[in-house]
């Protein structure tokens, strides 16, 4: 098992150099970069109070090659030595191999550089936006476990019945709800958009929320999650619901399951007892990808929705902008928390099922 997990970690190096590699040169021939949206900015073409540059026509026409030599159609009439400044300020003043390798060794420092647009270094960033998207992450799937697993036991117990039927009926048109709209529907009904006033629109916290106390802050927080978490709860049974319950089917008509049941067994003992650890091996399978999606990339549209300042929308933000400190950065901290918790997911498999033994594969 030892020589597994170092052979995994090991394997983590040339997956990161990849992934970073691949996204470097796809966001490098992305046209609207950093210094063609200052040099649009200050040809008038862009936001004139520098906090955010538009990526419309106005970044098109910077990014444009021009026939005298400027590199950028939006420079033309600039001083040159303005453009090499610019240029240097980003780190664009270096060949693309180039910036690629010293990005490289900063981030084996887990240095990530500053922000282009703010004052604030991309950990400074991510530290900040961390709170909402763990947030919205984490009741989101302890709700959608807590409710999915006993649900998806329960259809595969009573599989054909009507309770099986109508809760089926019932996943598919949650899951067939995007949770944008569902998120809009909870806002008219129930965030003073036409009938009721009982929820608040905006927000993680109330403005006063220094000023509670530790009841009323913890009352507070549920209050400002209760529907953006349901928003984005609402999808997320149906798809772990039905893999519980198939995953608990074909372990209950397995001979070891009759055989239990023969013997006198009570059905609670049979399912808990040793149906569980064996189906729940798929569902563990799926908790990394679950994780990673949840607490990082959050849900951009349930975040603008709600007013939620968190992961999701700062991607969003910095893909338009093309800061790329930021993309860079936050890829390389999601993909390397992604591929240890795909590590923690298969010594995990060890410990549901000892029979498991990871150091007798080759790779």
């Known amino acids: 098992m030892v020589a597994y997990i170092v052979r995994r970690l090991l394997l983590i190096i040339p997956t990161l150099l990849g992934i970073l590699l691949l996204n470097f040169l796809i966001v490098q021939l992305a046209p609207g970069g ?15 109070t520098g906090e955010r540059i538009g990526s419309g026509s106005s970044s098109d026409m910077a990014s444009t090659q021009s026939s005298e030599g400027t590199g950028y159609r939006g420079a033309q009439g600039l001083d040159p030595s303005l453009i090499a400044e610019i240029e240097k300020m980003y780190g664009f003043d270096k060949p693309a191999h180039e910036r690629f390798v010293k990005m490289l060794i900063s981030y084996i420092k887990f240095d990530f550089g500053s922000s ?36 998806g036991i329960r259809k595969a117990v009573r599989d054909g019945t ?46 006063d929320f220094d000023e509670m106390t530790l009841l009323q802050k913890i009352g507070d927080y549920f209050w400002h999650l209760s529907l953006p978490v349901l928003a984005s709860v609402i999808s997320s049974f149906a798809t772990l619901t039905m893999l519980t319950k198939n995953a608990f089917l074909d372990e209950i008509h397995k001979q070891y399951v009759l055989t239990a049941k023969a013997k006198g067994l009570k059905e609670n003992r049979v399912l808990y007892g040793h149906v569980f650890r064996n189906a729940m091996l798929l569902i563990i399978a799926g908790m990394p990808a679950a994780l990673i999606g949840i607490f990082f990339t959050g849900s951009l549209l349930i975040e603008v929705i709600f007013s939620l300042d968190g992961l999701g929308l700062l991607g969003y933000e910095a893909v338009i902008r093309r800061d790329y400190p930021v993309i860079f950065g936050t890829l390389y901290i999601f993909t390397l928390v992604g591929l240890l918790l795909k590590l923690v997911s298969d010594i995990t498999y060890t410990l549901v099922d000892p029979r498991i033994d990871f150091s007798s594969r080759e790779g």
């Open 116 to 151: 282009f647009y703010s004052n604030k270094t991309v950990m400074e960033l991510i530290i900040e936006k961390m709170p909402v998207s763990i947030s919205l992450g984490l009741w989101t799937t302890l709700i959608a476990y807590l409710v999915s697993i006993p649900l």
């Open 162 to 207: 009507a309770f099986d039927m109508w809760t089926s009926s019932a996943i598919i048109i949650g899951y067939a709800i995007p949770n944008f709209l569902f998120a809009i529907l909870l806002i008219v009904l129930f965030a003073g958009g036409t009938y009721f006033d009982w929820f608040p629109l905006r927000g993680l916290t109330s403005p």
């Open 34 to 48: 950093p210094v063609e949206q200052t040099i649009a900015d200050l040809q008038g073409f862009g936001d004139t």
